[in-house]
């Protein structure tokens, strides 16, 4: 049978763990040495085009479509999939190039409204309470979630080395935990920007309830509008992710336009440690519009700036970590998930989270924090990191 034989050849090497495949026939093969660390079961042939045309789309539409099964932990067999390097991930032969998505305004809008706006009770159950959706910093190993996103949130602030009155940008403030938190810690007159109805929603909520009218404000509008004002910081946290590479110049040129003369930016986002590149299944499902940048890539971006890089700081098993703990929450979660989600959600979410965890884990994307200033003479920021710690 021609789909037997394509389907062997294709899974054989696939992974660097042994794993169990059940094929539709009922038959089972074990592939790699030992007792099988996860089994895959095939309810129904994925037809040979459609994993031609891109096989991660089609295996993660299987999986939603329950036309696949796995037994035992997605992270692990994915993770094992990105550290073989004979496995579909890096066939260029079952790769479709994706088409240049182009981020207008109006369709950058649309995109964060696709996943940004599905309701802030579902990010409740399975977030901390700070409401954050970015990599928590774990600066003791037996930190809880909450405690790392505040860790993270000082973590950023702090390399900025803040004065009390003066003035911050966040880009992309979600639900404004780190605006809020410079506004009533480090006395700093905050604005945030969002394009999520929820997230402006309930960060105006937050600042009438901490009494913080006269020093926060937040705007629901594209980075993009913002002409003609300037800060002396600016934050951006998983922002860049969703300009699109065509956008990533002006990006970097408008958080330099946002500073004040002297000024500094801590951009915090993922990237790659090698080409940028986008992922058909989470472009079509999860993040529509998205792109993961190269780090020379933005490196290059921001040079051609007037912006200089103070400091880089790599915080990809920060990420791996957040990524695990949100997809435990997410599963301890499910019976009141259920009650507004259906199962292909469900499923198509717990693979997302996975995935993440797995991606990080292995490499193939980092989550890193740039420190930039602004200016000639630059900021007069301390000689070494010591500042970022007491």
């Given at each position: 049978?021609?789909?037997?034989?394509?389907?062997?050849?294709?899974?054989?090497?696939?992974?660097?763990?042994?794993?169990?495949?059940?094929?539709w026939?009922?038959?089972?093969?074990?592939?790699?040495?030992?007792?099988?660390?996860?089994?895959?079961?095939?309810?129904?042939?994925?037809?040979?085009?459609?994993?031609?045309?891109?096989?991660?789309?089609?295996?993660?539409?299987?999986y939603?479509?329950?036309?696949?099964?796995?037994?035992?932990?997605?992270?692990?067999?994915?993770?094992a999939?990105?550290?073989?390097k004979?496995?579909?991930?890096?066939n260029?032969?079952?790769?479709?190039?994706?088409?240049?998505?182009k981020?207008?305004?109006?369709?950058?809008?649309?995109?964060?409204?696709?996943?940004?706006?599905?309701?802030?009770?579902?990010?409740?159950?399975?977030?901390?309470?700070?409401?954050?959706?970015?990599?928590?910093?774990?600066?003791?190993?037996?930190?809880?979630?909450?405690?790392?996103?505040?860790?993270?949130?000082?973590?950023?602030?702090?390399?900025?080395?803040?004065?009390?009155?003066?003035?911050?940008?966040?880009?992309?403030?979600?639900?404004?935990?780190?605006?809020?938190?410079?506004?009533?810690?480090?006395?700093?007159?905050?604005?945030?920007?969002?394009?999520?109805?929820e997230?402006?929603?309930?960060?105006?909520?937050?600042?009438?309830?901490?009494?913080?009218?006269?020093?926060?404000?937040?705007?629901?509008?594209?980075?993009?509008?913002?002409?003609?004002?300037?800060?002396?910081?600016?934050?951006?946290?998983?922002?860049?992710?969703?300009?699109?590479?065509?956008?990533?110049?002006?990006?970097?040129?408008?958080?330099?336009?946002?500073?004040?003369?002297?000024?500094?930016?801590?951009?915090?986002?993922?990237?790659?440690?090698?080409?940028?590149?986008?992922?058909?299944?989470?472009?079509?499902?999860?993040?529509?519009?998205?792109?993961?940048?190269?780090?020379?890539?933005?490196?290059?971006?921001?040079?051609?700036?007037?912006?200089q890089?103070?400091?880089?700081?790599?915080?990809?098993?920060?990420?791996?970590?957040?990524?695990?703990?949100?997809?435990?929450?997410?599963n301890?979660?499910?019976?009141?998930?259920?009650?507004t989600?259906?199962?292909?959600?469900?499923?198509?979410?717990?693979?997302y989270?996975?995935?993440?965890?797995?991606?990080?884990?292995?490499?193939?994307?980092?989550?890193?924090?740039?420190?930039?200033?602004?200016?000639?003479?630059s900021?007069?920021?301390?000689m070494?990191?010591?500042?970022?710690?007491?």
């Amino acid at each position: 049978m021609l789909e037997k034989t394509f389907y062997k050849q294709f899974l054989k090497n696939s992974f660097n763990i042994p794993v169990m495949v059940t094929y539709w026939d009922g038959k089972s093969e074990t592939y790699g040495e030992g007792l099988p660390k996860v089994q895959i079961k095939f309810n129904e042939i994925i037809p040979i085009k459609e994993l031609a045309n891109n096989a991660s789309l089609a295996l993660g539409e299987a999986y939603m479509d329950k036309k696949l099964e796995i037994e035992g932990s997605i992270e692990e067999l994915i993770l094992a999939a990105y550290n073989s390097k004979n496995s579909f991930f890096y066939n260029k032969k079952l790769k479709k190039f994706l088409p240049n998505k182009k981020h207008s305004e109006k369709e950058n809008q649309e995109y964060i409204h696709s996943h940004y706006d599905i309701g802030n009770d579902f990010y409740k159950l399975w977030l901390d309470k700070t409401m954050t959706y970015s990599c928590a910093y774990f600066e003791n190993d037996d930190d809880d979630l909450e405690t790392a996103q505040i860790n993270k949130v000082h973590h950023i602030i702090k390399k900025l080395d803040p004065k009390p009155g003066k003035t911050l940008l966040d880009v992309g403030c979600g639900w404004g935990t780190l605006m809020l938190t410079a506004a009533k810690e480090y006395g700093l007159k905050v604005t945030g920007i969002t394009l999520s109805q929820e997230q402006f929603d309930y960060v105006n909520k937050q600042i009438e309830e901490l009494g913080l009218q006269d020093s926060a404000e937040v705007i629901l509008t594209d980075y993009r509008e913002m002409e003609g004002r300037k800060w002396d910081y600016v934050t951006s946290v998983g922002m860049f992710e969703h300009v699109g590479k065509d956008n990533l110049a002006g990006y970097f040129e408008d958080i330099s336009e946002f500073l004040n003369d002297n000024g500094s930016a801590l951009i915090h986002g993922i990237t790659r440690q090698g080409e940028g590149a986008s992922n058909a299944w989470l472009d079509k499902y999860i993040f529509p519009g998205g792109y993961i940048p190269g780090l020379e890539e933005n490196i290059q971006n921001i040079l051609n700036t007037d912006l200089q890089i103070s400091d880089i700081e790599t915080l990809r098993r920060h990420y791996q970590k957040t990524t695990e703990i949100w997809d435990k929450n997410f599963n301890d979660q499910l019976l009141e998930i259920k009650k507004t989600k259906d199962e292909r959600f469900i499923r198509m979410f717990d693979l997302y989270l996975q995935a993440c965890a797995a991606s990080f884990a292995s490499g193939n994307i980092d989550v890193i924090q740039f420190l930039l200033t602004k200016g000639p003479s630059s900021v007069d920021l301390p000689m070494t990191r010591d500042y970022i710690y007491k």
